[in-house]
């Protein structure tokens, strides 16, 4: 054999052990990742059965699964479609037995998870009429106190499903003691509910957790073990919502603004830290792109877009921080979307922040209920990989949970980073007709059920509302696409 073939042959050996050692260190690396558990807009229905909510109301939180479990009213159907009908609901909430059944599903498959995240909308839709309509000589303080026990079954349900494992909430813009879109900072219920949705901060942490949630529904926290200099911030964003009013009705915006200098404070500070932060709140930043086409607004013609928030201030906010921000957790929605938050002056998607809408629990849009189960390296906070797991119907009833789709399966992409959003984005821009494989996956998962004609009539549209955040730039988007 010749010299030089024996020693192109050794080089060639040696390259596939190089190889092959690489390989035995990045898999490790790669499969380092711990379960986290992503649950949204559960919208409980303790109207449901109506004939035991006197029970209920009466009973403390504690109480109410063995009210819940007994036997139904032998006209709870009836009764209850009264009530949907008096209140003019659009669909059905999370009844207790798909309630059961997602905790069911949670408790056997999720037992792992090292934290929860709830971003919000823990009480059903219409809940003030409804608990009229049960209850119409009821007083505001019995009403508050209802709200309440309803919130605290919910978190102490979802806790009893993980023991010790922590449940870290946000409300939802329902989540109020005086009607949707509407609260008081500084007031009662949220110092009441403070105690219940900040009970998992460790002691180090938890006086001054109940201090800020008392004021405006805010915390921040440090994830737990064996997460590393890692932190979750988690904000009432309510108080920026565009139709937000004060429990008496008027236009506030001060609350509003104290939290914006309240969460710019805390991302500060964790970059003094070096600490990585995931951000959590309720409601999206940005353009309701699906509200804008469904109500015919030409903004080509000089209508303004639906916005989800009155003001661009928090995604602005929360841009400049892509080296902070590993994640950016939002939902109300109901449907599996992704965001960018790109920084102004800086266009580069590895320091832009990755934002994740969760899928609902709740099926009042006629979406199967899911959850959202992500895998995180704990060394950087980067969710590298989430799968959603889907009922088999919306009832609880002989229901099945199975995986609806795996993102790095599905999109081809080694996390949910900013750049990897980035580059999902960019190609869904492209791709004006969807036609691609990863614009076909986004558009079949985005209502969980596969319900792609939903998102299908205006792609074009909604990809320019995935970083376009401000009115104007979705406009000189979506007008430029035609």
Same mark, same amino acid.
């Given at each position: 054999m010749a010299p030089g073939i024996r020693t192109s042959r050794f080089a060639f050996a040696l390259l596939l052990l190089s190889l092959a050692a690489v390989r035995s260190f990045s898999e490790p690396a790669r499969l380092a990742t711990i379960p986290v558990l992503m649950v949204s807009d559960i919208h409980f229905e303790p109207f449901w059965d109506p004939g035991k909510a006197a029970q209920l109301a009466a009973a403390p939180a504690s109480g109410w699964r063995s009210i819940l479990t007994s036997a139904p009213s032998p006209d709870r159907a009836a009764q209850f479609d009264a009530i949907q009908q008096a209140c003019h609901t659009r669909g059905a909430d999370t009844s207790y037995p798909l309630f059961q059944s997602s905790l069911n599903e949670i408790k056997t498959n999720v037992a792992g998870a090292i934290f929860v995240t709830v971003s919000g909308d823990l009480i059903s839709h219409s809940f003030t009429c409804k608990f009229g309509k049960v209850f119409p000589n009821a007083t505001p303080d019995e009403y508050r106190a209802f709200v309440e026990k309803t919130i605290e079954f919910v978190i102490g349900s979802l806790r009893a499903a993980l023991p010790g494992v922590p449940v870290y909430a946000s409300l939802g813009n329902n989540d109020s003691d005086c009607g949707d879109y509407k609260l008081d900072a500084n007031s009662l219920f949220l110092d009441e509910t403070g105690r219940v949705l900040t009970a998992d901060v460790p002691a180090s942490e938890s006086k001054q957790a109940r201090a800020d949630f008392a004021i405006g529904g805010n915390f921040s926290v440090a994830l737990p073990e064996p997460f590393a200099h890692a932190r979750l911030i988690v904000l009432n964003d309510l108080f920026m919502a565009r139709k937000y009013q004060t429990c008496a009705g008027k236009d506030d915006s001060s609350e509003a603004t104290r939290q914006i200098a309240w969460l710019r404070a805390e991302l500060d500070r964790a970059r003094q830290a070096k600490q990585k932060v995931w951000v959590m709140t309720h409601i999206p930043p940005g353009v309701d792109a699906f509200s804008t086409v469904s109500k015919g607004k030409n903004i080509c013609e000089g209508k303004d877009p639906t916005m989800f928030l009155s003001s661009d201030d928090l995604p602005n906010a929360l841009a400049p921080y892509g080296d902070v921000i590993a994640l950016a957790i939002f939902a109300h929605t109901h449907m599996d979307e992704m965001r960018l938050l790109?920084?102004?002056?800086?266009?580069? $998607?590895?320091?832009?922040?990755?934002?994740?809408?969760?899928?609902s629990i709740s099926p009042v849009d006629g979406?199967?209920?899911? @959850?959202?189960?992500? *895998?995180?390296? $704990?060394?950087?906070?980067?969710?590298?990989?989430?799968?959603? @797991?889907?009922?088999?119907?919306?009832?609880?009833?002989?229901?099945?949970?199975?995986?609806?789709?795996?993102?790095?399966?599905?999109? /081809?992409? $080694?996390?949910?980073?900013?750049?990897?959003?980035?580059?999902?984005?960019?190609?869904?821009?492209?791709?004006?007709?969807?036609?691609?494989?990863?614009? *076909?996956?986004?558009?079949?998962?985005?209502?969980?059920?596969?319900?792609?004609?939903?998102?299908?009539?205006?792609? $074009?549209?909604?990809?320019?509302?995935?970083?376009?955040? /401000?009115?104007?730039?979705?406009?000189?988007?979506?007008?430029? /696409?035609?």
């Amino acid at each position: 054999m010749a010299p030089g073939i024996r020693t192109s042959r050794f080089a060639f050996a040696l390259l596939l052990l190089s190889l092959a050692a690489v390989r035995s260190f990045s898999e490790p690396a790669r499969l380092a990742t711990i379960p986290v558990l992503m649950v949204s807009d559960i919208h409980f229905e303790p109207f449901w059965d109506p004939g035991k909510a006197a029970q209920l109301a009466a009973a403390p939180a504690s109480g109410w699964r063995s009210i819940l479990t007994s036997a139904p009213s032998p006209d709870r159907a009836a009764q209850f479609d009264a009530i949907q009908q008096a209140c003019h609901t659009r669909g059905a909430d999370t009844s207790y037995p798909l309630f059961q059944s997602s905790l069911n599903e949670i408790k056997t498959n999720v037992a792992g998870a090292i934290f929860v995240t709830v971003s919000g909308d823990l009480i059903s839709h219409s809940f003030t009429c409804k608990f009229g309509k049960v209850f119409p000589n009821a007083t505001p303080d019995e009403y508050r106190a209802f709200v309440e026990k309803t919130i605290e079954f919910v978190i102490g349900s979802l806790r009893a499903a993980l023991p010790g494992v922590p449940v870290y909430a946000s409300l939802g813009n329902n989540d109020s003691d005086c009607g949707d879109y509407k609260l008081d900072a500084n007031s009662l219920f949220l110092d009441e509910t403070g105690r219940v949705l900040t009970a998992d901060v460790p002691a180090s942490e938890s006086k001054q957790a109940r201090a800020d949630f008392a004021i405006g529904g805010n915390f921040s926290v440090a994830l737990p073990e064996p997460f590393a200099h890692a932190r979750l911030i988690v904000l009432n964003d309510l108080f920026m919502a565009r139709k937000y009013q004060t429990c008496a009705g008027k236009d506030d915006s001060s609350e509003a603004t104290r939290q914006i200098a309240w969460l710019r404070a805390e991302l500060d500070r964790a970059r003094q830290a070096k600490q990585k932060v995931w951000v959590m709140t309720h409601i999206p930043p940005g353009v309701d792109a699906f509200s804008t086409v469904s109500k015919g607004k030409n903004i080509c013609e000089g209508k303004d877009p639906t916005m989800f928030l009155s003001s661009d201030d928090l995604p602005n906010a929360l841009a400049p921080y892509g080296d902070v921000i590993a994640l950016a957790i939002f939902a109300h929605t109901h449907m599996d979307e992704m965001r960018l938050l790109v920084p102004t002056g800086a266009p580069h $998607p590895e320091r832009s922040v990755p934002v994740k809408l969760v899928p609902s629990i709740s099926p009042v849009d006629g979406n199967n209920p899911s @959850i959202t189960v992500a *895998q995180v390296d $704990p060394r950087t906070a980067t969710m590298v990989d989430y799968r959603v @797991i889907e009922a088999s119907n919306q009832t609880g009833v002989d229901t099945t949970w199975a995986e609806e789709y795996d993102y790095a399966k599905a999109y /081809s992409e $080694p996390a949910f980073s900013g750049a990897a959003v980035g580059n999902l984005i960019g190609e869904f821009r492209a791709d004006s007709g969807a036609k691609l494989p990863a614009s *076909q996956a986004y558009m079949r998962n985005y209502f969980v059920g596969n319900r792609a004609s939903e998102l299908a009539p205006f792609w $074009p549209i909604a990809t320019c509302g995935l970083t376009n955040i /401000s009115a104007e730039n979705f406009k000189a988007c979506a007008c430029g /696409s035609h």
